[in-house]
């Protein structure tokens, strides 16, 4: 069965666009796709606001030394902010106490 991405979701854009390469989402090991699939999951049964995790994202991108002005998105760096972003974000809503209690 083929699901189709929410739009606020498939279409970000800027500093914490998706990761892509030729259209395909890149993902450089399991927990990479573990945590995108629980942020996504997360928001869809309606634990959060995308456009608040979307900010969550930027704001651990921007904040990151290492970066350049735009991440490279082939670079294994992105899905970091991204579980830094989710983690923030399921504390800030009560979902966990700390980031030990999210296992991928």
């Known amino acids: 069965m083929d ?3 929410r739009a606020e ?3 970000m854009e800027g500093v914490g666009a998706l990761p892509r390469r030729s259209g395909e989402l890149i993902f ?3 927990w990479e796709c573990r ?4 942020g996504v999951a997360l928001h869809e049964q309606g ?3 995308w456009d608040d995790f979307r900010q969550h994202l930027i704001a651990s991108i921007s904040a990151d030394d290492k970066t350049s002005e735009i991440l490279d ?3 294994p760096g ?3 902010h991204w579980l830094a972003a989710l983690e923030k974000m399921l ?6 106490t700390s980031s030990k209690d999210l296992v991928l």
Not at 35 to 38: D, G, I, P, Q, V
């Open 91 to 96: 504390i800030e809503k009560g979902l966990i």
């Open 28 to 30: 450089h090991d399991q």
């Open 35 to 38: 945590a995108f699939a629980l």
């Open 9 to 11: 979701v498939a279409d």
């Open 3 to 5: 699901r189709i991405a």
């Open 73 to 75: 998105p082939s670079g």
């Open 78 to 80: 992105y899905y970091e």
């Open 47 to 49: 634990e959060f606001i």
